[in-house]
């Protein structure tokens, strides 16, 4: 059991943080709204997710002007983009094992 | 995005939780002793998250005495395994669409 559940990264167990970086492997930039929306999250858990995945070295945030206006963008990084994918392969396992 | 979430019960998000109720559904009882060896947990840790499958009403805890020492079991409620399993199928088809 032990073996199964190692390779299951902390930082994927949330459900926002999987659907965050799911967001970020098909799109190379997201903004902030856009996460907003398709996850259906307030301003202040989405940003506290955000921080923590930016904390990890999981995601990179970039600030900047456009017209006048302020954009939020984000995107995987490479130990990100391989975190992730371990992350779904140890689950792939462990559902295996669960219901064979 | 939000759809694919939904389904994820988060009283399963923890890896603890993952690892309790998959042994509880391969096993009809499994004591406190034997939880805490296969997943390698801390007496607090895993009794903090025994206690919050137990108020959810996913497992049910039988305390006995055998040849005088007590002796405390966990077993999965009807409802507890239908949780789990809507979870299960919830994160396949999470994975599913992630790595398509």
Request: proline content about 1%; aromatic content about 8%.
């Amino acid at each position: 059991m032990k073996e199964f559940l190692e390779d299951i990264n902390k930082a994927f167990e949330s459900k926002v943080r999987l659907g965050i970086m799911s967001m970020l492997m098909v799109n190379n930039e997201v903004d902030f709204n856009t996460f907003k929306e398709m996850l259906g999250l307030t301003d202040g858990n989405l940003a506290s997710h955000l921080k923590t995945l930016e904390g990890l070295g999981y995601i990179e945030v970039k600030k900047e002007f456009i017209e006048r206006k302020p954009r939020t963008t984000y995107s995987r990084t490479c130990e990100g983009e391989q975190a992730f994918k371990e992350h779904l392969q140890a689950l792939e396992a462990f559902i295996k094992q669960a219901t064979d």
